[in-house]
């Protein structure tokens, strides 16, 4: 079809009953069969939203499978350490969302036996779960008819309007298009479609569901994203017999407090004889991209921190760049 054809005609209420049909047939379709999607059983929808929020897909995965070993039910991460949740959760990073997924698993199972309150305001008083948590909760568990908008699903409607949806417009729209009687499914397919067909860039609008109902039909003109920033960083990897030096970050730094990481250092001096124990790769963490180097020698006198023998390096919360600086160097 011509992706410039007008937009179908008819009112609002028959435009918005074949977006519904449209997209839950093309949902059941192409869905990815992703662990998560299984079962609609509320503790791995929660464990898989908290997953998801700022970490892809195909990273998430594995943590999924392994996290959910570890702890298969909600009384097993209630009873767990802290220590133990946040190592599961390594490699995740935001280690905040691990803080409040264990804070919650305990408030359900002493304050509610267990059970999740199945309706969007008990969720929300529960930590770390907020207005999208709650909705993507309730409508896929519990089938509440509640629209929930996260970064692909706001693409999708301001491209399908065709103007910016700021605010709380764009939950307002979300709300008029969901489908009453499968409110669970049209949220997933709304970010399916997101993640997959209407994409950030260069969305594949010859294969879009609702192409005809569409009014941008491509990338809608947005100001200028954000600058981001470029920072170099230096570490030691300080060895000794079968052991390496790691410092824990204080128990009140705003980021990833308390996880383990290798000691900071100044910028190293460019010597040859140096480079072949130097290792550098690239870090992203929001804004910031990093150049990391890393050199092989002893920290500092005044650095504190602990010796930890490298077989047992991965029993700790470690930040996600000091495990992929572990993993580089191949000690864990
Ligand atoms: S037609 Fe294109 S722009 Fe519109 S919703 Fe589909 S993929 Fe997105």
């Known amino acids: 079809m011509n992706l410039h054809e007008p937009r179908l005609p008819g009112n609002l209420a028959s ?37 998801l929020q700022q970490t892809r897909v195909a990273a998430v995965v594995d943590h999924y499978q392994r996290f959910l070993q570890r702890f298969p039910a909600i009384e097993r991460l209630a009873r767990a350490r802290e220590s133990s949740v946040l190592a599961a959760w390594s490699g995740l990073g935001y280690y905040r969302r691990a803080r409040m997924l264990h804070a919650a698993a305990k408030e359900i199972v002493r304050q509610h036996e267990g059970k999740f309150p199945e309706n969007v305001a008990g969720l929300r008083e529960l930590p770390g779960i907020g207005r999208y948590t709650a909705a993507a909760i309730a409508s896929i568990s519990f089938g509440v008819p509640v629209a929930l908008v996260d970064g692909n699903v706001e693409r999708v409607l301001e491209r399908f309007e065709g103007k910016c949806l700021p605010g709380e417009a764009v939950w307002e729209t979300a709300e008029e298009l969901l489908s009453r009687s499968r409110p669970g499914d049209f949220n997933q397919a709304m970010m399916e479609l997101g993640a997959t067909v209407c994409l950030p860039r260069q969305p594949l609008c010859t294969v879009c569901p609702v192409r005809e109902l569409c009014a941008t039909r491509g990338e809608l003109t947005q100001p200028a994203g954000e600058v981001r920033q470029k920072r170099e960083i230096h570490y030691a990897l300080d060895r000794q017999d079968g052991t390496v030096l790691l410092v824990q970050r204080p128990k009140d730094a705003s980021l990833m407090p308390g996880m383990w990481e290798l000691p900071e250092i100044a910028a190293p001096q460019p010597t040859p004889a140096q480079s072949d124990g130097r290792l550098t790769l690239r870090h992203s963490i929001t804004v910031t991209d990093f150049v990391v180097t890393v050199e092989q020698r002893p920290a500092p006198e005044a650095t504190g921190g602990r010796r930890v023998q490298s077989r047992r390096i991965h029993t700790l919360p470690l930040t996600g760049l000091a495990r992929k600086i572990l993993r580089a160097a191949k000690i864990i």
């Open 15 to 51: 435009r918005k009953r074949m977006f519904q049909r449209r997209l839950l047939a093309w949902y059941t379709r192409n869905r990815r069969n992703l662990p998560w999607r299984r079962d609609r059983d509320p503790y791995r929808v929660w464990l898989s939203e908290i997953m």
